[in-house]
């Protein structure tokens, strides 16, 4: 796995978990076109994250999402998007 794109994940999950949300209830949405999204989890250092290829999602972009259920669900762009 590359280090930047691991690097990238980690930086999007902090403030997730630091927020109460709970590594084994986030999913990293990617194309699934990705490379990344070969793979079926990815470890950080806040654990495994499950990768979820989603094919509305163009190459380029990622978010991790929480799983619904809990008020507030968690979200957080890890790449390709830029606020206007």
Same mark, same amino acid.
Not at 22 to 43: G, S
Not at 76 to 84: D, H, L, M, T
């Given at each position: =796995? @590359?280090?930047?794109?691991?690097? =990238?994940?980690? @930086?999007?999950?902090?403030?997730?978990?630091?927020?109460? #949300?709970?590594?084994?209830?986030? @999913?990293?949405?990617? #194309?699934?076109?990705?490379?990344?999204?070969?793979?079926?989890? *990815?470890?950080?250092?806040?654990?495994?994250?499950? *990768?979820?290829?989603?094919?509305?999602?163009?190459?380029?972009?990622?978010?991790?999402?929480?799983?619904?259920?809990?008020?507030?669900?968690?979200?957080?762009? *890890?790449?390709?998007?830029?606020?206007?």
């Amino acid at each position: =796995m @590359n280090p930047k794109a691991v690097q =990238m994940i980690e @930086n999007a999950l902090d403030p997730l978990i630091r927020s109460g #949300c709970r590594i084994e209830r986030l @999913n990293l949405v990617v #194309c699934p076109a990705a490379e990344i999204a070969q793979h079926q989890t *990815v470890r950080t250092r806040y654990g495994q994250i499950r *990768v979820k290829p989603d094919g509305f999602v163009r190459k380029g972009l990622s978010y991790i999402i929480e799983d619904p259920g809990r008020k507030g669900r968690g979200f957080a762009w *890890v790449s390709g998007y830029k606020a206007q």
